[in-house]
Nanobody, 116 residues
């Protein structure tokens, strides 16, 4: 089992930045990759960024150049740095961990609201 706890969401104005954190605990040795997803009201959950156990990263085209995913191995934490935020980025952001057994774990989410 893997437990995930997100933090760092909040209300910001367009153009500002936020950094989200996801602290992982439990069977972290089983994790293959971790990711951030988001879900806006009335929309489906979408992948924002992913980082593999080897450190390879990828971000969605909609946030490329503005969002960066990274990890702090010592703290078992994955970070999402979000710059130049836009109202379209408003959503609940979820941390995800995918293990080698193809099991997905989810955090409870953190709300990001960007005002224009």
């Amino acid at each position: 089992q893997v437990q995930l706890v997100e933090s760092g969401g909040g209300l910001v104005q367009a153009g500002e930045s936020l950094r989200l954190s996801c602290a992982a605990s439990g069977s972290i040795f089983s994790i293959k990759y971790m990711a951030w997803y988001r879900q806006a009201p009335g929309e489906q959950r979408e992948l924002v960024a992913v980082i593999t156990i080897g450190g390879t990263t990828n971000v969605a085209d909609s946030v490329k150049g503005r969002f960066t995913i990274s990890r702090d191995n010592a703290a078992n934490t994955v970070l999402l740095q979000m710059n130049s935020l836009q109202p379209a980025d408003t959503a609940v952001y979820y941390c995800n961990a995918h293990d080698w057994g193809k099991v997905d774990y989810w955090g409870k989410g953190t709300l990001v609201t960007v005002s224009s």
